[in-house]
């Protein structure tokens, strides 16, 4: 039988709820927990080799800098209070992130020398900051006006590095174009979705959005053509049923991992995702996985994808090795080493399954341009999950 079974088990207590899993691929897996700490573990030994102290309050957010295949050391927390960078080699934090609001910060992703942070509402509205690495002085940009609840979501472009899209409780997932200076004209296209749990580039112009209702859509990035063309997003709609779940951990290069409650024995599916298509009939399925406790994480190396890892809410940083098969996991939703300018027409840049996109057109939700007035009413959400 297909599957995967439990190799070894970090614990870190049952009231220490395991939040992020992010590989520092020459030195080990790293782990951020809700007592604000940060657990290095080694590759073979699945022991905790490097502990870090962050601070006292939970961590929202953890993230390699650069998030590439590389022998970087630094990584990022997001918290209560700061966003904070460390070096796992000297175990010293190298940067302290604030904002003039004091807001939290919930959100972050990393590339090409970059890092950008988004916060939770405070006044009017969230606000996004973008930082060089080689200078954690002052934001090299600020987006301050463009999300009027939470930033859940940031994702840089892998190809493009003048691209940056971000996901909010208000329901927008917003994209922007960075060559423009001003942020109006740097707001190239709005997605108007649901209150966004997590979204990102499924292919070099295609858009995926996970919202916290368990809805999920996969939309198209506009072009620079002075024609407005607003196509349909391939939209799932709710997928707790159709996926045999309660909620979507989250959406990876090749997989999707979701959890499902079942009585105190809950289960973690992994999805095969091909191209924009989730394979349901080669689940995989891991009962009692976390107990009946959330699923926060789950990374499969593509290294060695003989390998799962997956955190939760019971304390637990598991391990798990395929007993007959495993995934063919790839390192990025497509080949990131090409670079290049996605607004670039004459590049004929292939999308996948774009033709697939017919069979549920009746049930498409149109793309609106959100106004660029800021607006004063905020969205009444009640996050999914919250870490403290």
């Known amino acids: 039988m297909a599957g995967y079974q439990l190799v070894e088990n970090a614990n870190f207590g049952a009231n220490n709820w395991c939040m992020n899993l992010q590989p520092l691929y020459q030195h080990g897996l790293l782990t951020s927990l809700s007592n604000g700490e940060v657990h290095l573990l080694d590759w073979k ?15 929202n957010k953890l993230k390699i800098i650069n998030n590439d295949f590389n022998n970087e050391s630094l990584f990022a927390t997001a918290s209560l209070d700061s966003v904070k960078i460390f070096d796992i080699r000297s175990k010293n934090c190298i940067a302290t992130l604030h904002n003039d609001k004091n807001s939290p910060f919930l959100s972050l992703d990393s590339r090409d020398d970059r890092l950008a942070c988004g916060t939770e509402l405070s006044g ?52 922007y174009d960075l060559t423009e200076e001003e942020e109006d004209d740097a707001l190239h296209q709005v997605i108007n979705y649901a209150s966004i749990h997590s979204c990102g580039w499924i292919s070099p112009r295609r858009i995926y959005t996970l919202s916290h209702m368990e809805t ?20 799932f709609g709710d997928i707790r049923e159709s996926w045999n779940c ?33 394979q349901i009939e080669s689940s995989i399925t891991i009962n009692n996985a976390h107990g009946d406790d959330v699923i926060r994480d789950v990374f499969i190396p593509s290294q060695d994808s003989q390998m799962m890892y997956s955190c939760g809410e019971d304390g637990n940083v598991k391990c798990w090795k395929a007993n007959t098969r495993s995934l063919t996991i790839p390192e990025g939703f497509w080949d990131y080493s090409s670079k290049f300018n996605v607004f670039d027409t004459e590049r004929d840049i292939a999308m996948d399954n ?34 403290y």
Not at 216 to 235: G, V
């Open 45 to 59: 030994t699945h022991k905790t080799i490097t502990t870090i102290k962050t601070g006292d309050v939970p961590i």
């Open 124 to 175: 009017v509205d969230a606000e996004l900051f973008i930082y060089d690495i080689r200078n954690f002085d002052i934001p090299s940009r600020a987006l301050v006006d463009s999300h009027h609840d939470d930033i859940t979501d940031i994702k840089f472009h892998p190809s493009d590095k003048n691209i940056l899209l971000s996901g909010s409780t208000d329901g927008y997932t917003n994209i």
């Open 216 to 235: 999920f859509a996969i939309s198209e990035l506009n072009d620079k053509s002075d024609e407005l063309k607003e196509p349909q997003p391939l939209d």
């Open 246 to 278: 309660n909620y979507v951990v989250d959406i990876y290069p090749g997989y999707i991992a979701t959890g499902k409650s079942q009585e105190g024995q809950g289960s973690m599916t992994i999805i095969p995702l091909v191209a924009e298509n989730p």
């Open 354 to 387: 774009n033709d697939s996109n017919s069979a549920v057109e009746d049930t498409h939700k149109k793309h609106k341009k959100k106004s660029k007035t800021k607006k004063n009413k905020k969205t009444v959400h009640v996050p999914r999950f919250t870490p």
